[in-house]
């Protein structure tokens, strides 16, 4: 029924212009607005819907994954803007917040609206 339809994802935030702040002008990535709306224009076309919602509570949850070819550098260019990852009980972190054992390399932080996001660099 959904095969061939443009699926789309979307998540809240209790802040637009927090927010496009932060995607626009900290992460670098293109948005647009329409309708009091935001849109993540992402690589391979793949638009993510953003909008304000008064009551919104911060997903816990990894909303976006940012892959990356060096994830030293991601975290050093995300840190030099002022970006802060995330530490959770049970991960064994590096001093950079990294995530190095199992699986992919993976560092989380979070959005003005506290969202989780990631960058991770396959091994």
């Given at each position: 029924m959904f095969a061939d339809t443009n699926a789309?994802?979307?998540f809240a935030?209790?802040?637009l212009a927090k927010a496009r702040a932060f995607y626009g002008d900290t992460l670098g990535l293109k948005t647009s607005e329409e309708y009091g709306l935001m849109t993540l224009h992402l690589a391979g076309d793949r638009p993510t819907l953003v909008y304000e919602k008064p009551d919104h509570a911060p997903a816990n949850y990894t909303i976006l994954n940012f892959p990356v070819d060096d994830i030293d550098a991601a975290v050093d260019g995300l840190a030099a803007r002022?970006?802060?990852f995330e530490r959770y009980d049970g991960f064994g972190q590096d001093e950079k917040g990294v995530f190095r054992e199992e699986g992919p390399f993976i560092a989380w932080f979070k959005d003005p609206a506290g969202n989780v996001l990631s960058v991770l660099q396959e091994k």
């Open positions: 789309f994802s979307g935030v209790d802040d002022g970006v802060s």
